[in-house]
């Protein structure tokens, strides 16, 4: 993870005017009411996700792109739904700047995943909502891992479940945290 973090310069990720920032552990607000979540805390949300470089990820909410760029450092596929098409389009710049590869950010509701493309290894959602959306849970692939915000938005319990046999459990709590509403079909009303 650390060799990751050290690979994506957060400030090719954040607003222009933003830069002298991106280094600071904090979240750096980005436009439409959003933020990019500080380091430290997209450290520890990747990093629960077990990656071992063969993984299909998907990720709901892409924002600018850097937790996008950490998981296509550290993962073999990575699809990233974002709700507001600019963001996604500077999302995809920043990500081909970037260099990432075998990503593809997709303007949609994050809340029904990507049905098309599942099964997936990892899933990591970067909004609160008090359940984890039912089709996220369905898209896990056997052993796979799901890091979500459990909570209404703005204080939450950022969570590691599991899905196996028994469904998706909720395994540990990795941090409290603040976070948006997670908005959609399955989640918080527009």
Request: aromatic fraction near 6%; glycine fraction near 12%.
């Amino acid at each position: 993870m650390l060799d990751a973090l050290a690979r994506v310069a957060r400030a090719g990720f954040v607003p222009e005017e933003m830069a002298e920032r991106a280094y600071l552990d904090e979240p750096v607000p980005i436009p439409r009411g959003q933020v990019t979540t500080q380091p430290s805390l997209v450290a520890r949300m990747v990093a629960a996700l077990e990656l071992g470089g063969g993984e299909r990820v998907l990720e709901v909410g892409t924002g600018y792109g850097f937790q996008t760029a950490l998981l296509a450092e550290l993962s073999a596929e990575v699809w990233s739904v974002e709700r507001f098409p600019d963001l996604a389009e500077t999302a995809r710049r920043n990500l081909a700047r970037h260099g990432a590869h075998d990503v593809e950010v997709i303007v949609g509701d994050g809340t029904l995943g990507l049905p098309e493309r599942a099964p997936f290894d990892a899933i990591v959602v970067a909004a609160a909502h008090p359940d984890v959306p039912a089709p996220l849970a369905e898209q896990l692939a056997p052993g796979g891992r799901l890091v979500h915000p459990v909570g209404r938005g703005g204080r939450e319990d950022v969570a590691r479940f599991d899905y196996g046999e028994d469904g998706l459990v909720r395994r540990r709590t990795l941090v409290g945290a603040h976070f948006v509403r997670l908005v959609g079909e399955h989640g918080f009303d527009r």
